[in-house]
């Protein structure tokens, strides 16, 4: 079967979902997921946007085995200059680098002309070229563009070197057929197409990213970008995992495979969700919890007999259901390490040490830790890297008789612990409040949502607190068997996070909001 190549930008266009703001070490630990997972091209992010994604990227480049990698720049030379910076310790370097061809974006957003576009384009491929022999150029808004200035500038692209040509549906605004006829009159006007990777980047305002996507492999297009659960600008990017398992189920008809290992599909999905605090629905294809239940009676009976009846996939197959390590108290921190080996997770030394206290705390109160649970301790551990305040201790008084009262205790950045106290409407209420007055901080809590990590009274539950300060918004995940606990954690990570946001927001001026803005790719 002939092979697409994924290429997974869940770190770049995925990061600019907002409420996201990962830090680097959760960049990377996504970004080693994505190796395991098998994608062959990681976009890790926009280097010139601030030091921190350029440090992410160049961790990334420098740490993660086996992709190519890659990072975006706007196709102007300080841009190259720092996407090459950051990717040129990669194994396989790539720079990817665009420039609007649609008359609306050059007339209104860049303010400049098609001549323009055309020298910029070929000046910036040619820069790029000189650093690094994988290029990639994107003619952005290509497909609301002018189908023969389209041509024309890509035509130029490949003459200074350009390895992949990528072709944005960046509002999501085409259709199947469309893109199709799109890309079949790009390869008869640019007979040079043929002999480098056309590559498709769809987003889903129309909720056919992945439609399209498919349409564009069917003519010819070999490399799909895509992000886990769909992450992205607005609606978001066609979904990696619905892509995949497209390719995989319909190989019949498609006649195309990838090199994605499907069962680690539903772990890469939950770290995502987990790191992003973005939620999977319910009904979400392939990864949603329901994606392979069944309620109706005839439905679950059809199941019983045969899995075919009404079973398309199997859920084995996208890694949901045949992990079957269970741990208990009496577990050492051996068998903690081979499980969390076994995950995927190498986890020694200091970091084994507290993810074992952990586990003796959650192995405490609950019989059985199961994979999901050690996934969801584990990635909770990491969240504790972020720099900022730290829980240290709460008291909450609650009764249906009286307002319920909470002190906290919290660690500031500069190490000193400060107690705040609240009465609130409800418990965590409280908690969120006592924090406020603790740190000094009065941000706004916008999202609070509690979901089980497993099935089972005594599961795991799972906080995501979004919190608002001065213009930002950032999340904060945290897991414990006790609800209260986990609120906690979350409101705190999330109080860092967004601190953070604007720290770095009052330092520096991403340049997606100077003369060239980058929302909406
Ligand atoms: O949607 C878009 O056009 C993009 C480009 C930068 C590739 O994300
Ligand atoms: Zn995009």
């Known amino acids: 079967m002939d092979r697409v190549q994924i290429f997974d930008t869940t770190l770049r266009d995925g990061e600019q979902a907002p409420g996201i703001s990962l830090n680097a070490a959760e960049k990377l630990e996504i970004a080693q997921q994505l190796a395991r997972l098998g994608v062959d091209v990681i976009e890790a992010g926009f280097p010139i946007a601030s030091p921190g994604d350029f440090e992410a990227v160049q961790t990334i480049a420098r740490e993660v085995e086996g992709p190519i990698i890659t990072g975006l720049a706007r196709a102007q030379a300080p841009d190259i200059e720092a996407a090459f910076g950051a990717v040129r310790d990669a194994a396989r370097p790539r720079i ?54 389209t041509a024309e500038v890509i035509a130029i692209a490949l003459a200074e070197g350009a390895t992949v ?35 498709t980047h769809c987003h889903d305002d129309l909720g056919l990213a992945v439609a399209n996507s498919y349409a564009g492999v069917q ?18 990017n066609a979904s990696l995992e619905e892509f995949v398992m497209l390719l995989h189920t319909r190989g019949d008809v498609a006649g195309l495979e990838t090199g994605i290992n499907t069962r680690e599909i539903a772990r890469t999905s939950r770290m995502v969700s987990r790191l992003t605090g973005y939620v999977i629905q319910p009904n979400k294809a392939i990864v949603g919890r329901n994606a392979f239940a069944h309620e109706s009676g005839i439905h679950q009976d059809g199941v019983l007999k045969e899995r075919t009846t009404f079973e398309i996939m199997d859920a084995t197959t996208v890694g949901l259901e045949g992990n079957d390590i269970v741990l208990g108290k009496h577990s050492g921190r051996h068998a903690l390490r081979a499980a969390l080996e076994e995950l995927g997770f190498t986890v020694d030394g200091a970091a084994l040490n507290t993810a074992f206290k952990r586990f003796k705390e959650i192995a405490d109160k609950k019989k059985q830790v199961t994979a999901m649970d050690l996934e969801a301790l584990v ?62 901080v009065d941000a706004r809590l916008k999202e609070f949502r509690v979901d089980a990590v497993t099935g089972g009274q005594d599961a795991l539950g799972e906080v995501s607190v979004v919190l608002e300060l001065g213009g930002q918004s950032a999340s904060g995940q945290g897991v414990d068997a006790d609800i209260l606990a986990a609120a906690a954690r979350a409101y705190v990570r999330a109080l860092s996070n967004v601190c953070e946001k604007v720290r770095v927001a009052e330092a520096t001026t991403d340049p997606r909001e100077s003369e060239m803005p980058l929302t909406g790719p």
């Not at 384009?121 to 000189?130: E, F, Q």
């Not at 003519?219 to 978001?236: T, Y």
């Not at 969240?383 to 709460?394: H, I, K, L, N």
């Open 96 to 149: 990817h680098t665009f420039i609007s061809t649609s008359d609306i974006h050059i007339k209104y957003q860049m303010q400049n002309t098609r001549e323009d576009v055309l020298a910029q384009a070929r000046a910036a491929v040619a820069h790029a070229k000189s650093f690094v022999e994988d290029v990639e150029f994107s003619p952005m808004d290509a497909t609301r563009a002018d189908l023969d200035f």
């Open 379 to 440: 990635t909770d551990e990491l969240r504790t890297e972020v720099p900022g305040y730290t829980m240290e201790w709460f008291d909450v008084e609650a009764s249906t008789r009286r307002p319920p009262h909470a002190t906290v205790a919290v660690g500031r950045p500069d190490g000193e612990t400060v107690e705040g106290s609240f009465t609130g409407d409800g418990p965590i209420d409280a908690i969120f409040h006592a924090i406020n007055s603790a740190t000094g």
């Open 165 to 199: 040509i990528n072709v944005p549906d960046t509002v999501g605004y085409t259709t199947p057929q469309e893109y199709a006829a799109f890309l079949t009159g790009l390869y008869e006007r640019v007979p040079g197409l043929r002999d480098v990777t056309l590559s």
């Open 219 to 236: 003519v010819g297009a070999r490399q799909v970008e895509c992000a886990i659960n769909g992450l992205g600008e607005r609606a978001g």
